[in-house]
């Protein structure tokens, strides 16, 4: 017996068999029917299959091929109506017809599920028997299918019988009633959509049985063409199976938004998923996996998205707070099938950062209005001297913690942006918007970011690995990034930096150049211009000094007490003069120190060293930002050696040696001290409160005894001073605050406006000297370009600038000109 369709292996006939043209037709088809007819009884073990293909041959030789396949295909359809629809029928229930229809049962679901998979049974065994038995066939008409259905363009006799299978057995209705009617097919697709729906309800169902189904639908076609676009499976059961789908997954959705958590959804919707595509892959048909996950993905995602995102206690909000990475990931990777762009996810993402950054911002407004600590009398101990490495200044404090907790916010989400949103550029580019907003948003981040680092540089650093120093760079800097005002941050950064070089406080100066580099990375050559010009006075002053201290011994001075003197010679334009050295009183220079006549000789001849090398050159010394080493002599102090050395400030050094002069037991008054040094009054209360309040640095001793220096108070020489410590250092008493008071910060913004007054002026100049003429609204506009990678211009002093230009005849109007527009005058 033949199975395979396409087993060629019977022998046509030898020529000469045929040559009677008188056939009786009727007997043959006869003999033909009974063999068919056995074959689909499945008793076809005693045909002579080669007898029957000859009999078929004969008769598409003598051109009866018409009949004869008209003939077969009434068998097969009288074979398909009579014998295989009623055994379908058979097993076809009640329940499964009204459910078919949309009517309710009152079957259970072990009924239902068992009346479906009788069905689909009846209807595998029926469509295999079908598909064998029209193989067999086929084999025996071989010689038809390659002459007549070839020559006539007719389809084969086994594409014939499939298109039989699909009109008389599963389209057939199955009522008379033409309003109500109904098929085997739409039976079979409610029964496999039943199964589906138990399936993802968590039933067992049987997958090989509903898969054997499938590929009968995918198997018919509705034509005889058989194109791939019209499979049964395409046309008839996916519609179906996809708005099922969809109901399903609509419903679902609403459903767990009420009862589920945020991320309970996304686990569910990533199973869900994950479910589709192996039922696709292992139950239905690879083809419709696309498109159901299409379904999922709008009707239980994209529907539902915005609101999962914003749940309350769950959201993105909670996730990202509760650094749920899982769950963030989830969220992501589900938005991203629904939106390329994450535009819900990048609002809540962006809202979240905004007001986590400003609650830091309003944290650290709070904390600098906070009052301050009392002062410790009489032996109390400072605040400075029981944290030594924290800031005593709630102020500064603060300053400092605001860039930690920004730059802690920062890594959180860095963290997520790796780990969760997959590098995702459009989001960082999200990130970056928003850390810049609410970090310009707070009016002191240029100067708190400049303190960080001037704090770090002192004494961060110290106990750190390279690496690590390089990490806290690479921080700083990107927060320098977000900072829109790079004038003010320059502005800062150097005051900050000059105090740090001139006082010797940088505990590295590799790591300050490392700095330097990191900033002209970043924000180019310009913005360290200034900068690295503030090191290069260091190491040429450095080669100045050595070269007066050749001079010097050259000279053979016989003094063996004289001191020696390490100068520090600063390009007044490249140095921040005015943060360093603030004017006394408004409108008026600072006085000038009156030095001890030791210190006055060595100032003169350095003077005189300097100005003879550079010829025209000024210098104006700045006491107030010197140090000094002296060794002092305690009469009466405990043990053998009674000698220390101080490290005090130039101003603490000339106050010191006043009491050279005096006898011992005799004090000098504040306003004497004031009138013989000429030191401004304010500094000098806090060099005296270093000297004779701080309690381990007594080396005055003050009546009466307060925090308070007034004129009158009186200063007399510690004969018994004590320290255990050979070398000690005697800082100037400071209120700890390196953050500038509402006065200082509004005459900084007025200095930084007039010089950003000239950079307007500048760019101005630059940009219509090249173009000679331009429209107003262009301008503008070319100079904000310019100018945003150094700071946000204000529209309104781009024009004041312009018009200042126009005044000074640099620009012109055109006239009558619209829109107006400017001429560039050589």
Not at 675 to 683: D, G, H, L, S, V
Request: aromatic fraction near 8%; glycine fraction near 4%; charge should be neutral.
């Amino acid at each position: 017996m033949l199975a395979g369709r396409g087993r060629n292996k019977i022998r046509p006939p030898r020529r000469g068999l045929g040559n009677n043209d008188n056939i009786d037709f009727d007997s043959m088809w006869a003999e033909l029917a009974s063999s068919l007819r056995d074959i689909h009884n499945k008793n076809a073990s005693q045909l002579s299959f080669e007898a029957l293909y000859r009999n078929a041959y004969k008769l598409v030789l003598k051109k009866r091929g018409e009949i004869l396949y008209e003939r077969v295909k009434e068998f097969e359809e009288e074979w398909l109506a009579n014998e295989v629809q009623p055994q379908i029928l058979d097993v076809l229930s009640p329940s499964l017809l009204l459910a078919s229809t949309g009517g309710n049962t009152i079957t259970t679901a072990n009924e239902k599920r068992a009346a479906g998979e009788k069905l689909l049974r009846a209807l595998k065994q029926a469509w295999e028997d079908h598909k064998l038995c029209m193989n067999m066939t086929t084999d025996v008409l071989m010689y038809m299918d390659r002459v007549y259905c070839k020559d006539f363009r007719k389809p084969s006799i086994f594409t014939a019988s499939m298109g039989q299978f699909r009109d008389y057995v599963l389209r057939t209705p199955l009522q008379p009633d033409p309003d109500h009617q109904i098929s085997i097919a739409q039976v079979l697709n409610a029964v496999i959509l039943d199964q589906v729906r138990m399936d993802r309800e968590g039933d067992i169902i049987d997958k090989s049985l509903l898969k054997s189904c499938v590929y009968m639908l995918e198997g018919l076609y509705e034509t005889e063409e058989e194109e791939e676009h019209l499979k049964l499976y395409l046309t008839s059961f996916e519609p179906e199976f996809l708005r099922a789908s969809e109901e399903f997954y609509r419903h679902e959705g609403s459903t767990l938004l009420l009862d589920a958590d945020a991320g309970t959804f996304c686990k569910h919707a990533k199973r869900r998923l994950s479910e589709e595509e192996d039922r696709c892959r292992s139950t239905l048909s690879p083809l419709t996996l696309g498109k159901i996950k299409l379904v999922i993905e709008t009707e239980l995602i994209k529907n539902h998205l915005r609101e999962v995102i914003a749940l309350e206690g769950s959201g993105v909000k909670y996730m990202i707070d509760n650094d749920r990475i899982s769950e963030l990931e989830m969220m992501y990777d589900l938005s991203a099938r629904v939106d390329p762009k994450k535009e819900e996810l990048k609002k809540a993402v962006q809202a979240r950062i905004l007001e986590q950054g400003n609650n830091v911002n309003n944290a650290t407004v709070a904390a600098t209005q906070a009052p301050p600590r009392p002062f410790a009398p009489n032996g109390g101990k400072s605040e400075e001297e029981k944290a030594p490495e924290k800031p005593i200044n709630l102020q500064t404090y603060a300053a400092i913690n605001w860039v930690d907790a920004v730059l802690r916010l920062k890594d959180k989400y860095d963290t997520f942006f790796i780990q969760a949103f997959q590098s995702d550029q459009g989001l960082q580019t999200a990130f970056t918007r928003s850390f810049t907003d609410f970090i310009n948003a707070f009016e002191r981040s240029s100067e708190y970011l400049s303190l960080f680092f001037d704090e770090n540089m002192k004494k961060g650093i110290k106990g750190k690995t390279e690496n690590e120093v390089d990490e806290l760079l690479d921080k700083g800097i990107t927060l320098l990034r977000y900072i829109q005002d790079k004038d003010m941050f320059e502005r800062y950064y150097k005051k900050h930096l000059s105090r740090r070089l001139l006082m010797k406080r940088s505990i590295s100066m590799d790591a300050e150049r490392q700095m330097i580099s990191k900033m002209k990375m970043e924000v180019g050559n310009t913005f360290t211009q200034r900068i690295e010009a503030m090191f290069k006075d260091m190491a040429v002053s450095d080669d100045i000094t050595a070269q007066y201290k050749r001079h010097v011994a050259q000279l053979g001075d016989p003094d063996p007490k004289r001191a020696e003197i390490e100068v520090h010679v600063l390009t007044s334009t490249m140095w921040p003069l005015e943060a360093m050295a603030p004017s006394y009183n408004e409108g008026e220079d600072r006085p000038k120190c009156i030095f001890p006549s030791q210190i006055e000789r060595i100032k003169q001849g350095f003077e005189k060293f300097y100005l003879d090398k550079h010829s025209g050159r000024q210098l104006t010394w700045q006491a107030n930002m010197g140090t000094a080493d002296i060794r002092a002599y305690f009469p009466e102090m405990k043990g053998a050696k009674k000698t220390r050395e101080l490290n005090v400030s130039t101003y603490a050094m000339v106050i010191l040696l006043l009491f050279n002069d005096l006898p011992p037991g005799q004090c000098i008054t504040c306003e004497e001290i004031q009138a013989q040094t000429n030191i401004p009054f304010n500094e000098l209360t806090r060099n005296l409160q270093s000297l004779a309040v701080a309690n381990k640095t007594r080396i005055l001793i003050k009546e009466p005894m307060s925090k308070d220096v007034k004129p009158t108070d009186r200063f007399f020489f510690n004969d018994s001073f004590y320290s255990q410590f050979q070398k000690i250092k005697i800082g100037v008493i400071t209120s700890g605050n390196k953050v500038e008071d509402s006065t200082e910060r509004s005459e900084t913004e007025k200095k930084n406006n007039d010089t950003r007054g000239g950079v307007i002026e500048a760019a101005v100049v630059r940009i219509m000297k090249q173009r000679k003429e331009l429209a107003h609204q262009k301008l503008i506009a070319e100079v904000i370009q310019q100018l945003t990678a150094r700071f946000m211009p204000d529209v309104n002093m781009v024009k004041k600038r312009i018009e200042s230009l126009i005044e000074r005849e640099y620009l012109e109007r055109i006239e009558e000109r619209d829109p107006p527009a400017y001429r560039y005058l050589a």
